[in-house]
Each structure stands twice: as structure tokens, then as C-alpha cells.
């Protein structure tokens, strides 16, 4: 459509002030638009932790993987479903293309990432998976796919997760084990509770942070001690130790000055020695390089 004559004229201040005022809907206005996600008003404390932990507000659903996503990359937190959900579709599918690699990097024979069954795993959640619930009460019956999981994501984004069963009294930690990269020393830990229904709720401590630093963890822990920890799945196997060989075993790390009770199995033991590395040797023996 060709300009005419009227169209390439000046246009005066008065007749613009006449526009605007013919306009009925001057006065309106837009809401503002937000890039946070849909939260609670108010945070709901976490009854059998410390004073000061809640649950925390953002609304998603807890999967390993999206887990690792909120802890480094901060864009994942505030987008909006479906971009959360096209982030975790391609980080599945970088993680599926990066797994010879991590499994030869990390020894994943020794932590038991079955090839066949991890291959899987993986290929279902690059296909598009990765909405689907985790099943986390499923760690509780020695699922060591599901285990596998977990150890692989946290080796590959560097966080620790660790799962409270509160209606059982019974906690996990993963990473099975750590490189003595510097990168673990400020390594965060994320929580998670998980009903018996299977219903998962990330915990947030006492500054509104999921990612929690190991020494706060810590003292966290030795205040609610009761809790029974429990050997993930894929955790090396003491069949072929003797109760003489876990108690040598416990004296190395603990110190041959070290209590036990007289009468103990292997099991327990076993469990002893998980928990004392976690503990002692791999979060507060690194709490000086957080710092």
C-alpha cells in the first residue's frame, strides 16, 4: 500500500494529546510478569530437624537429576516447566553420551554401574523421561539401578545427596565415594525426605539454601543421632569379609582406640564403618577447604 500525502505529514503534540485521550483504555494496565516460581506464602517448618529447617517452596518434581540441575545451574530454578523439563531432556542426554567416559574416569565397575541396565536408564530419560517420578522409597528395597543413578549423577555434577526416610528413621548418602579433587571440598549436600507413601520433599535449611555445606550437615546430624543410616545398594559387598577383617577394617579409620560392642554382626558393622566415612572422613576431614 502506497503512502499518501497525509501519511508523510508532521503529526502535532495536540492531536497526538487527542489520541491518547480518545482512548478508553488508557488507564490499563498490564500485570507485572515474574521469573520466580509459583511459592507458598509461607515455608512449612521441618518437624524432627533442627529449628530453622523448612520445606523448600520451589515447586518441581525431586529426581536425581533435577536435583543436581537446581544445585549448579540457577536458571533451572526460576524457568518455567517446560524449560525445566528441556533442560533436563538434554542434560539426560549429555549424561547418556558422556557415560563410557565416566564409567572408565570413576571406576564403574566397582560402583556398580551395570552397563546393560545403566544404558538403559539413561536412554529413557534422554528419549524424554525425566518427568516421570523417581522412585525413591524403592532405594529402601536394594534397587541398585536406581542407586547406580544417583552415584552417577552426583560423580557428574560433583553435589551429595542425601535421603531421609522419616517415617522409617533411616538415612542414605550418596556419592559411594569421592576423588581427592579439590572440587569436592565445597561439594554441597542436598536433602530430601521421602514419605512411605513415596511422596519426595527437598529440605531447605536454616538460610533458605538446598544446598547445605557439609559442616552445617554435620552438626544437623549429630543433633537427631538416632537415625539408622543404611548402606546404599551398590555399595561394595562384605560377603567375603569376616567379622575380623570389618573390625581391622573399622581400626584403620577410626584408630585401634576406637569402642565397639562386644557383640556385633557384620552387618552392623559394615553400616558403622558407611557412616564413619561419610562423617568423619569425607565431610568434616574437607570442612577446612569449604571454609
Not at 552417577?152 to 550418596?174: E, F, G, N, P, Q
Request: overall charge negative; aromatic content about 8%.
Amino acid at each position: 500500500m502506497q503512502n499518501t500525502a497525509r501519511d508523510t505529514q508532521p503529526v502535532s503534540c495536540s492531536e497526538i494529546e487527542q489520541a491518547i485521550a480518545a482512548n478508553p483504555h488508557r488507564f490499563k494496565t498490564v500485570d507485572a510478569i515474574s521469573t520466580c516460581p509459583v511459592i507458598s506464602d509461607k515455608a512449612v517448618p521441618v518437624a524432627w530437624m533442627a529449628p530453622g529447617w523448612t520445606y523448600a517452596t520451589s515447586s518441581f518434581k525431586a529426581t536425581p537429576l533435577s536435583l543436581a540441575l537446581m544445585a549448579v545451574d540457577p536458571l533451572y530454578e526460576i524457568s518455567a516447566v517446560n524449560t525445566r523439563r528441556g533442560m533436563e531432556k538434554e542434560a539426560a542426554v549429555e549424561l547418556a553420551a558422556e557415560f563410557d567416559a565416566l564409567y572408565a574416569k570413576h571406576n564403574g565397575r566397582g560402583r556398580g554401574w551395570v552397563k546393560t541396565g545403566m544404558s538403559t536408564e539413561l536412554g529413557l530419560l534422554a528419549g524424554g523421561a525425566t518427568e516421570t517420578p523417581f522412585d525413591w522409597t524403592a532405594l529402601l528395597d536394594k534397587r541398585k539401578i536406581l542407586s547406580a543413578l544417583i552415584d552417577l549423577i552426583c560423580t557428574k555434577y560433583t553435589v551429595r545427596m542425601a535421603i531421609w526416610w522419616s517415617d522409617h528413621k533411616k538415612l542414605s548418602l550418596w556419592p559411594l565415594s569421592e576423588s581427592d579433587d579439590e572440587s569436592w571440598a565445597s561439594a554441597p549436600i542436598l536433602n530430601i525426605e521421602v514419605l512411605t507413601s513415596g511422596e519426595a520433599h527437598v529440605l531447605s535449611n536454616m538460610e533458605g539454601d538446598v544446598r547445605v555445606k557439609p559442616a552445617s550437615w554435620t552438626n544437623v546430624f549429630r543433633t537427631i543421632g538416632e537415625w539408622q543410616w543404611v548402606r546404599p545398594a551398590t555399595a561394595p559387598s562384605y560377603a567375603s569379609k569376616t567379622l575380623s577383617d570389618l573390625k581391622t577394617e573399622y581400626a584403620e579409620i577410626a584408630g585401634s582406640s576406637a569402642n565397639l560392642p562386644k557383640k556385633i554382626d557384620k552387618d552392623t558393622l559394615a553400616t558403622v564403618i558407611y557412616k564413619y566415612e561419610c562423617l568423619e572422613m569425607r565431610l568434616v576431614a574437607k570442612e577446612s577447604g569449604f571454609y
